[in-house]
């Protein structure tokens, strides 16, 4: 019996991964916090004085982010996960050949849709701006360019949550979880 009960314990701890944090609590509220201002824009009214505050927070929320870039934790900085071109191309042959290693931040091919998400939020929240402007009120061009970024952005956003399913799925890693709560599987877990 005592036998049995420890191969028991001990075949129920090689099957509890090890976990690390990996996103700070800054992440993850900047995270959610532009999920809800974008979702929230697109149920107020446009041109409202909701819709307008949700665009100006999150444009906040990407200067806060920009900031948080480059002074922020390990994985929080450009420095951890942005990479060239070359790194890119590489890792989405790898991925496509199924020879990916799973990585404990971004992946090259996430980096580059953080940035697009970043720079399409900007662009959306900047044209929104530009509509309160004197010079641009009523401009018919600008607020048709808003729209179609803001669609842009929406269609980005899909890219990226199926993105992390397919990831999640693939490496086993439920990444969705870990915007929440902030940890992940270890590294050395993939070698079990």
């Not at 532009?34 to 446009?46: N, P, R, T, Y």
């Not at 048709?144 to 693939?170: F, Q, R």
Request: glycine share 8%; proline share 2%.
């Amino acid at each position: 019996m005592n036998t049995t009960l420890q191969h028991a314990v001990g075949e129920s701890a090689r099957n509890t991964a090890k976990t690390v944090k990996v996103w700070d609590p800054l992440v993850r509220l900047f995270h959610w916090s532009l999920a809800a201002c974008i979702f929230g824009a697109f149920l107020v009214e446009e041109g409202d004085t909701a819709h307008q505050w949700l665009g100006y927070t999150a444009l906040g929320l990407i200067a806060f982010r920009v900031l948080w870039g480059l002074v922020g934790t390990r994985h929080a900085r450009f420095s951890d996960w942005v990479r060239g071109p070359r790194a890119v191309a590489t890792y989405l042959r790898e991925r496509l050949s199924g020879r990916s290693q799973r990585r404990l931040g971004h992946n090259p091919a996430a980096a580059v849709m953080i940035l697009l998400l970043m720079a399409g939020v900007a662009a959306v929240g900047l044209t929104g701006w530009m509509q309160t402007l004197d010079a641009y009120w009523g401009a018919e061009w600008l607020e048709e360019l808003h729209e179609a970024l803001a669609y842009g952005l929406l269609a980005l956003i899909g890219v990226h949550v199926l993105a992390a399913i397919v990831e999640s799925v693939h490496y086993r890693d439920n990444l969705i979880a870990a915007m929440v709560h902030g940890r992940k599987r270890t590294l050395d877990d993939d070698a079990h």
